[in-house]
Structures are given as structure tokens and as C-alpha cells.
């Protein structure tokens, strides 16, 4: 019989803007759109789309687009482009990668976009604002406290009361006799309204294993609040805590036993029933 322990723990708080797109002022011909996150995890490479338009590449002979890409900002030491330039391109539809900083704290990526044919060009530039931030840190420990292995465990993590909730991550874990895994998470990708929002962590939340409760569910959901009246001390964008649900429940995995038959040569060895 294996017994698993699920805890789940919140260690730190930052919340990621969704994709959006973005454009440029109409300060000439040449126009940017820009759809990316305005707000990266730290240490998150997120890719970004922009698309060049307009410009002399419309109308002259032999159009075409290109780009140059540049980082700046008091934390963009540690940041990365996975490439600074790029075309020419007719259609004018570019991809770059940002890895943000290390460290939280905003920096800017300035994207120059040119729009040429063979007699002339023209540019346009766009100055992107990134906010690096702590994401949440989802954790979930499982304790096998059997002296057999598991292999393969599933565990989930939800956005919302229950299982049917927006699903963030999923993943499975080895978890080896008398031991404990842990399963973490980043989180940067929803960007929540004021108020009440709840986070659910199951084991097995497909029934994929043979199960037997003997307390409890399989799954844990945790409340926290966001510019909600009364949790001012909540609400910042580095809101760092820990919390510690306790047991959640115990989860016995039982595996097909196989008997010998008597008066068979070469039969396998018996299982004892655990």
C-alpha cells in the first residue's frame, strides 16, 4: 500500500500581463504592431510577433521590410535577444525571442522597423516596455510513505475551484519508496481582476491509477485575494508568502497480483497481496 501526502505551497506572487497587440505612433508611413506580454516571469524567454507596414515598400519596385532590435533599462544587463535584426522580408512579419532579466524590475526592448524599395526607405521605431516580476510559484510535495516506488504519478494545477477549472500545468512524478517529490511551477500567464481567485492541485485527476481514498479528495484548492479591500498587505506585485494546507489526502495505488498455479513447471514466483 503506498500512502501520498500532496501539499501545496505558494511562495511567491507576480502576475503576467495576456498576449496583446500593440502599435506604434503614427508618427510616419512606416507603422509596428507588436503583440507579446507586457510583464515576463524572470529568467522567462517569451517570444514575440511584430509586423512591419506601409512605408515606400508599398509602392516602389522591389519592396521589402526590415528590422534591428535593441534592449536598455536599469535591469536589462541580464537580458537577451535570441536575435537582433532580421530581413528583408516582403511581407513584413517578424518573430524574436526575449529572455527576460534575472532580476524583477522593468526594461525596454526598442524594435526599428525600415520599409524600402530601390529608390528610397523609410523607418519607424517602437519602444516596447517589459516588466520583469516574480512569478507565483506553484509547489506540490508528494510524500510516498510505502516502501514501494511509483512510477508516473500525475499532478495538475488548475485555475479556479475544481478540476474543470483553466488548466496551468500538468506533469508526472516518479516518486520513490520512503521519499518525497516535489513538483514546481512557474506561473506567469494570467493576469487577474480584483478580488477572490482559487488555485486547485490534483493527483490523479484523470483516474489514471487504480485508486482507493481512505480520507479526503484528491485535490486542494487554495484562495487568494488580489486588490481586494482589507488584503492591502497582499497586493503588491512581489507578494511573497508561504502557506502549508497539511494533508490533503491519502492515495493507495494497488498493483495486479499474480498467483502461481500449482503443479505448473516454471511458473512465477507468487505475489503476497499488500
Known sequence: MISLVLVLAMVAVAFGAMLQPVSADDSSSVSIEVTGPTKLGIGVKQMYK???SGGPAVDGPNGNYSWTAS?????AGTAKLSASSGGPSTNGTFFMNVTAPSTAGTFYV???GKSANATTNNTQTYKLTID???PIVLKATIDNAANVTVKAVPVSFYFG???SGDLIYNTTVDVAA???????YNWTTYSLSNGKHF???????NSTFVTLLDTGAKTQTLTIYYGASGYEGLNAWLWAFVV??????????RQPTKYKKKGVKGAGKTQKKK
Open 50 to 52: 511584430f509586423i512591419v
Open 71 to 75: 534592449l536598455s533599462g536599469k535591469y
Open 110 to 112: 526598442t524594435i526599428i
Open 132 to 134: 520583469a516580476v516574480n
Open 161 to 163: 475551484e475544481s478540476t
Open 178 to 184: 520512503l521519499s518525497k517529490a516535489t513538483v514546481s
Open 199 to 205: 488555485i486547485t492541485v490534483a493527483i490523479d485527476p
Open 244 to 253: 502549508v494546507l497539511g494533508v490533503l489526502f491519502f492515495l493507495i495505488y
